[in-house]
């Protein structure tokens, strides 16, 4: 996919390509959006900055964040302990994501998309990993949105995970407009149904006021349960810009941030601090726990039904994201199809999750889908840099900083380095690293990535920044 791809307009001769379409054109507007990577034109932006609360907001409140948060109690901690890990770990992983989100309204750009002015057409392999990575959350997701709708319609446990899918793929193909409504009603409902939730477990629900880990397994558990939670948070950087593109230009930078932030920080806290507290009677049946809190019945059920709508909203993004990814990569097929394709293939892996071991697999594809972020992100936000100080406080015009292509070599070589030293730090069921190991299961891997990636990178893009300013 050439450059001028990311710089927005059309082609030359006037022609349309698989890479724009048809676009929302006001709130509400809910037809298909077959516009894909192309820049978001500045005459066809609307919306408000309030909107990237909500969108970032309703879709962790899923099971799969509850889930998240019983494992600190499985790994020893007691609640104020586990509880601290969480906050830091998802404040940590939140202000990446918040900050990106803010390039959105800045370029009418994608976060894939964007990536190419630093990765050059080395932005293949993040953007096939990003694709692959929204493939596994549906899977992450769908696996208890699945089980709750099986279990609300009397279904086997395969016709709830396909409806699942069906549904959030037909969401995904609706694109940006449908999916920022939807969030908009969800935040309410969701926020309801899990207030109830906790209000049921106030009575028999006992927290774990003492863990069973001491000294340097606790420290251990202390810092995996923080990476856990800082990987949820910052599994969402790389769709980041995605959810504000058709946002104007001129929507407050500041607001957009801190609205991206507390949606997610509240969100995500809210939830792993229930999975923390229920993680007697939730554990990896999640849907199952739920029905049980609620007792049954008519609450039971729509807690059931809370939790696959969660599902629902959750993973229609992880498909738009998916979709512009896949295109950012160099696959010439349009924005509504690959949804669609994301939503297909997450089916067979909700199944092998399910199968056995649920507990293992699903902690070892969270943090795998994961592992290649830090590194993307230091990349991406020290060329940002680089390209701002070069325009001297001037807004960025796509079409000029596509004239200034980057080696390709340098980003390629500090990604794949970033997630190589990562791994000695790496604490899964699957793979222990010799650091992690040594330091009681500590996971240290997503410091590790960030940090190496810009050693490696921000002195070779800031020299090549000065040659730039020379010429």
């Known amino acids: 996919m050439p450059l001028a791809h990311v710089s927005g307009g059309l082609p030359a001769d006037g022609r349309r390509t698989v890479f724009d379409g048809r676009m929302p054109a006001a709130p509400g507007d809910l037809r298909v959006e077959g516009h894909g990577i192309e820049p978001v034109p500045e005459n066809n932006r609307y919306g408000g900055a309030g909107r990237l609360f909500t969108v970032w907001f309703a879709p962790n409140l899923t099971m799969t964040g509850v889930f998240t948060g019983t494992i600190g109690i499985a790994l020893g901690l007691d609640l104020a302990t586990a509880l601290a890990a969480v906050v830091l770990g998802t404040v940590v992983g939140a202000v990446p994501t918040a900050y990106l989100s803010t390039w959105g309204s800045r370029t009418g750009a994608g976060q894939l998309p964007l990536a190419r002015l630093a990765f050059g057409r080395a932005v293949a392999m993040p953007g096939i990993l990003q694709w692959l990575s929204s493939v596994a959350w549906d899977a992450l997701i769908g696996l208890f949105g699945g089980d709750a709708l099986a279990r609300l319609c009397g279904w086997p446990f395969w016709l709830g995970v396909l409806v699942m899918m069906a549904g959030q793929g037909a969401l995904g193909v609706l694109g940006y407009e449908a999916i920022h409504r939807l969030q908009i009603v969800m935040t309410f409902v969701l926020a309801a149904a899990f207030a109830l939730i906790a209000w049921r477990m106030l009575d028999g629900v006992h927290a774990a006021a003492t863990g069973s880990a001491h000294g340097a397994d606790r420290a251990g558990a202390f810092v995996l ?65 739920v029905d049980q ?96 100080r070069t325009r001297e406080g001037a807004e960025i015009d796509l079409a000029a900083e596509a004239g200034r292509p980057q080696p390709w070599w340098p980003p390629l070589m500090a990604f794949v380095a970033a997630f190589a030293a990562a791994v000695p730090f790496m604490d899964t069921s699957l793979y222990v690293g010799p650091v992690a190991d040594a330091l009681h299961g500590a996971d240290l891997s997503y410091y590790v990535a960030f940090l190496v990636a810009l050693a490696l990178y921000a002195p070779v893009r800031l020299r090549h920044r000065r040659e730039e300013s020379l010429v």
């Not at 948070?233 to 104007?248: E, N």
């Not at 992880?318 to 293939?345: C, E, F, I, K, M």
Request: net charge positive; hydrophobic share 55%.
């Open 225 to 289: 349960t923080s990476t856990i939670a800082l990987s949820l948070a910052l599994s969402w950087a790389p769709y980041a810009s995605d959810f504000s593109r058709y946002l104007p230009r001129s929507t407050s930078r500041p607001r957009m941030f801190w609205c991206t932030l507390l949606g997610l920080v509240v969100s995500f806290v809210a939830v792993q601090a229930l999975g923390l507290w229920g993680a007697s009677v939730l554990t990896d049946q999640t849907a199952a726990g």
């Open 293 to 388: 809190v609620l007792g049954g019945g008519a609450l039971g059920a729509f807690g059931l039904l809370a939790v696959a709508l969660a599902a629902l909203c959750s993973n229609a993004m992880n498909d738009y994201s998916g979709s512009l990814a896949l295109q950012t990569a160099g696959v010439r097929v349009p924005r509504p199809v690959a949804a669609a394709l994301a939503a297909a293939l997450g089916f067979p892996l909700v199944l092998w999750m399910h199968a056995a071991d649920t507990t293992a697999r699903f902690q070892n594809v969270l943090l795998f889908v994961g592992y290649w972020i830090p590194g993307f992100v230091a990349i991406v936000v020290v060329d940002w840099i680089a390209r701002a």
